[in-house]
């Protein structure tokens, strides 16, 4: 038996929104960092927390140089 569809909805309570972000937030850096190491890919990833406090991380570049080389491709390119 496989698990059933859960609606993905906002968390109303501002603490459990919070929690939830935090631990989230660490799984999705380490599949970042895991797919920047495995495929030797150029990754930015930006995010704000819902008190916005900011959280970044690139691996080998500083965001910046990568966001100004997707802003300078072409948007057929961009995947938009």
Known sequence: MG???LPLLKIESLTNRQV???????GILKKVYELSILCDVDVAIIMFSPSGRLTHYSRKRRIE????????????????
């Open 3 to 5: 698990r059933s569809k």
């Open 20 to 26: 939830t972000f935090s631990k989230r937030r660490n």
């Open 65 to 80: 140089d990568v966001l100004s080389e997707l802003i300078s491709l072409p948007d057929s390119e961009r995947g938009l």
